[in-house]
T-cell receptor
């Protein structure tokens, strides 16, 4: 079967760095996405990795290792507005997204 | 630019009644999707459409139907609602014809079936 695993909840301090991990087992791989979802709102796109390595975009970076079935999202200089759920999703061989349950990130002052 | 709109924002529905959730996009995206999101679970694909005139079943299609008469609209119909269909429903679209698979989401419809 297809499976995406990520921690249910994480807590971090304002100004710090946090790494959210995602492991996956899917039928085929056509890229991995990270989305941010604030409570009561729609998911919004953060990053897309299809090749191994690190993609940096401002305070957010995303890493992919296809051989290990592993990705992480790195958030630097945390701000209170970063409190949200972070969703990992893998595009399978049919170009459909398989979603993890999301990691709720709590930022404390 | 509105992007994707959904209606209604929320709805309480009696079990056994039918309902259509509306979704409209103005980005001329070829592909559209319907997901449901339940607490503790990832987004689950209900139905999708890769282009106007075609539809396909996702992971959890039972009890739902869709149509794609044109590029912009992708309504989701519950023929006879059951309490297990209580959920938040998100419509999304993507321009997969250009090799860009990023999905854009509407604001969601919160449905309660009693």
């Amino acid at each position: 079967g297809q499976n995406i695993d990520q921690p249910t909840e994480m807590t971090a301090t304002e100004g710090a760095i946090v790494q959210i991990n995602c492991t996956y087992q899917t039928s085929g791989f056509n890229g991995l996405f990270w989305y941010q979802q604030h409570a009561g709102e729609a998911p919004t796109f953060l990053s897309y990795n299809v090749l191994d390595g690190l993609e940096e975009k401002g305070r957010f970076s995303s890493f992919l290792s296809r051989s290990k079935g592993y990705s992480y999202l790195l958030l630097k200089e945390l701000q209170m507005k970063d409190s949200a759920s972070y969703l990992c999703a893998v595009m399978d061989s049919n170009y459909q997204l398989i979603w993890g349950a999301g990691t709720k990130l709590i930022i404390k002052p | 630019t509105a992007g994707i709109t959904q209606a209604p924002t929320s709805q309480i529905l009696a079990a056994g009644r039918s309902m259509t959730l509306r979704c409209t996009q103005d980005m001329r995206h070829n592909a559209m999707y319907w997901y449901r999101q339940d607490l503790g679970l990832g987004l689950r694909l209900i139905h999708y459409s890769n282009t106007a005139g075609t539809t396909g079943k996702g992971e959890v299609p039972d009890g739902y139907s869709v149509s794609r008469a044109n590029t912009d609209d992708f309504p989701l119909t519950l023929a006879s609602a059951v309490p297990s269909q209580t959920s938040v429903y998100f419509c999304a679209s993507s321009d997969s014809s250009g090799g860009m698979y990023e999905q854009f989401f509407g604001p969601g419809t919160r449905l309660t079936v009693l």
